[in-house]
């Protein structure tokens, strides 16, 4: 179920729901608006012959009022508004269309877990053939909350949790880097299976 505006100016005015600071023209129909930050990075490619899943990537860092994205060029910005999310909520992160218009594309992984604290790092790609030039304040994208069925039992714990700035892929740091060979995989699932008989 997407919260509508009366649902989320009462849970922000209780505090179930924090999102600082914030301006009541920011809170849509259904979803708040969340404006630019001063802090980008940008990655640093000629430091770089690859990008890989583990080994860190180098970003150069920019803090300033104001950026100007170059045509089919990537970077990273982040929100000015702090964000906690309860544990029976969760959080998409949207592109405002008439951002979109321009061909500023916000996000290709705009989710928010339940649990999450912090601000919202975007990734930004100008998809057009002109540069764009954006200022920190205005409003760059939206987030639309969802009520989920019941409380999350592992909220988010993760390695963004609390970050109050643009962050960078954290990829490198991910556990789950175990190779499987789908080979062995398939053979021993066919091995297992290679007796049994329609009967």
Same mark, same amino acid.
């Given at each position: 179920m997407i919260l509508s505006d009366k649902t989320l100016k009462?849970?922000?005015?209780?505090?179930?729901?924090? #999102?600082?600071?914030?301006?009541?023209?920011?809170?849509?129909?259904a979803s708040i608006d969340c404006r630019l930050g001063n802090h980008f990075l940008i990655v640093e490619s000629n430091q770089m012959d690859i990008i890989t899943l583990d080994s860190e990537i180098k970003y150069r860092e920019i803090t300033s009022d104001s950026i100007t994205?170059? +045509?089919?060029?990537?970077? #990273?910005?982040?929100?000015?508004?702090?964000l906690e999310v309860p544990d029976d909520l969760t959080a998409f992160v949207e592109g405002r269309s008439s951002i979109?218009?321009?061909? #500023?594309?916000?996000?290709?992984?705009?989710?928010?877990? +339940?649990?999450?604290?912090?601000?919202?790092?975007l990734e930004l790609y100008n998809a057009g053939s002109l540069p764009i030039k954006l200022e920190a304040g205005k409003?760059?994208?939206? #987030?639309?909350?969802?009520?989920?069925?019941?409380k999350a039992e592992n909220p988010y714990k993760g390695k963004y949790q609390g970050q109050k700035v643009t962050v960078g892929s954290q990829v490198y740091k991910d556990e789950d880097r175990v190779h499987v060979d789908i080979n062995a995989q398939m053979h021993d699932f066919l091995g297992d299976t290679k007796d049994m008989s329609l009967s």
């Open positions: 009462d849970m922000i005015a209780d505090g179930a729901l924090v #999102l600082t600071p914030i301006d009541e023209k920011s809170i849509q129909p994205i170059p +045509p089919h060029t990537f970077l #990273l910005a982040t929100t000015q508004e702090y979109g218009r321009i061909g #500023l594309f916000i996000q290709n992984a705009g989710w928010v877990d +339940p649990g999450f604290k912090g601000r919202i790092t409003r760059i994208c939206q #987030l639309v909350f969802c009520k989920m069925d019941r």
